[in-house]
């Protein structure tokens, strides 16, 4: 039973049907999504927030954790009605219209792939930084092998890396605080920002939080999904917050804004500020919150992949589910083939500012799904999603217009790849 939005009681199905094979419980489930979200983005992000905004990145990171908790609330509600692979390429589909669910899948594909792409290059960077494309591409190749052997294999593999990520968090705090904590005062003063460099601290930070939808994109795979990813969303999402919002405040008072601006590794230079030798700890659990990120990433776009092309919006040939492991295997190649050609080929520096306008209205999308919830649906108030939705749209106007211009033109080209696959679906029907 579940609960709806009037306080009755609505039958739910305790396994839907699924393609897939449903593995995953409520600890299992939280475990992804904080593989998805603790990870290279706690230690990139803070650095470019604080150049944005000073100490203000700390009012940045709240609202970058409000409009990732309505999100979050509203993929989690819309994942336990639709059950599925796809995420909000699904709920787009049912609650909106066909077109709308193809811009949600489209925008997750482009945007995720691109961060993928990121992550594998940071990785790369940080274990061997004269080849760091080669490197990370590398990655991508064996972890793309580790997901082909099958959700649990993936599940094992996400809790090994989660291990040393929070052991270099926890080291970078304390080398943080053995060095001393100060208040603004020490570190030039609070100072004044705009409330649009705030806003862009916030559209920073928030794409550390942005994997709480892996769990959704994971519908086919949990058991229960109706009670698991409601329960496990929030868990992972609170959980991922207060380690960010620890490590945030000692950062900026070790070391100050200036400092974290400057630094390509802003955490390296916390730790060194206090305890010197847990450096090296810190450097290797960036390389592997990285390794945590790209690894959940992938499982995310192959099964968003494979949900648009058994609806026939993306090549049915990459629909096929492995019998022996029960994933999508030619979905997660074809994604790991265009990672690698992305690493190898692509300048990024461009490509994550589009990525970023993409994955918003990705988000967008998911809360004004959401919104057409019945009563008998909703686990959560309306605002909530309504909050989200305007949240996902001030965040991206905040975003530099070149950005949101490369945006909507990678919007556009999956306009032109949805219109050519109908026409040729007409052209060619099933026998």
Not at 88 to 109: I, K, P, Q, S
Not at 174 to 196: D, F, K, N, T, Y
Not at 390 to 417: D, F, H, I, M, N
Request: glycine share 12%; hydrophobic share 55%; charged share 15%.
């Amino acid at each position: 039973m579940m609960v709806g939005g009037d306080g009755s009681l609505a039958a739910v199905p305790a396994d839907p049907p699924s393609r897939l094979t449903r593995r995953l419980g409520t600890g299992d489930a939280v475990v992804v999504g904080l593989g998805a979200m603790v990870g290279a983005g706690v230690f990139a992000a803070i650095g470019p927030a604080a150049a944005t905004a000073g100490w203000w990145l700390l009012v940045g990171l709240v609202l970058a954790a409000g409009v990732a908790t309505a999100n979050a609330l509203s993929s989690a509600q819309l994942a336990a009605v639709h059950p599925e692979s796809g995420g909000t390429y699904v709920y787009g589909r049912e609650r909106l219209g066909e077109g709308w669910g193809f811009v949600a899948g489209w925008a997750f594909v482009v945007g995720k792939a691109a961060s993928c792409a990121a992550m594998a290059w940071t990785f790369g960077a940080y274990v061997w930084p004269a080849g760091a494309r080669w490197v990370g591409a590398a990655a991508v190749v064996v972890l793309a092998a580790v997901n082909l052997l099958g959700v649990a294999r993936t599940l094992t593999a996400t809790k090994v890396l989660l291990v040393p990520v929070f052991v270099a968090l926890a080291a970078a705090v304390a080398g943080g605080v053995a060095g001393g904590l100060v208040g603004p005062a020490s570190h030039g003063g609070v100072g004044a920002v705009s409330l649009r460099e705030v806003l862009g601290s916030s559209g920073l930070l928030f794409f550390a939080f942005a994997g709480y939808a892996r769990v959704a994109t994971l519908g086919e795979e949990v058991r229960d999904p109706a009670r698991t990813i409601p329960r496990a969303v929030p868990v992972a999402l609170g959980v991922t917050f207060a380690v960010y919002a620890v490590v945030a405040v000692v950062a900026l008072a070790s070391v100050g804004p200036e400092v974290l601006a400057a630094s390509a590794a802003p955490l390296v230079d916390v730790v060194r500020h206090g305890l010197p030798g847990l450096e090296p700890v810190v450097v290797v659990g960036a390389a592997v919150a990285s390794l945590g990120v790209l690894l959940s990433l992938l499982v995310g776009v192959s099964r968003t992949t494979f949900a648009m092309a058994d609806r026939r919006d993306l090549p049915l040939a990459l629909a096929h589910v492995s019998e022996r492991s029960g994933v999508p295997d030619r979905a997660e190649v074809a994604v790991a083939a265009v990672v690698v050609v992305v690493v190898l080929l692509v300048d990024l520096r461009g490509a994550i500012g589009a990525s970023s306008f993409a994955v918003l209205v990705y988000y967008a999308i998911a809360n004004a799904s959401a919104l057409r919830l019945r009563p008998d649906e909703r686990r959560w108030p309306r605002w909530i999603p309504a909050a989200g939705l305007g949240g996902c749209v001030v965040v991206a106007v905040s975003l530099p217009l070149r950005s949101v211009l490369a945006g909507v033109a990678l919007l556009e080209v999956g306009a032109l790849v949805h219109f050519a696959l109908r026409r040729l679906t007409r052209r060619h029907p099933d026998p």
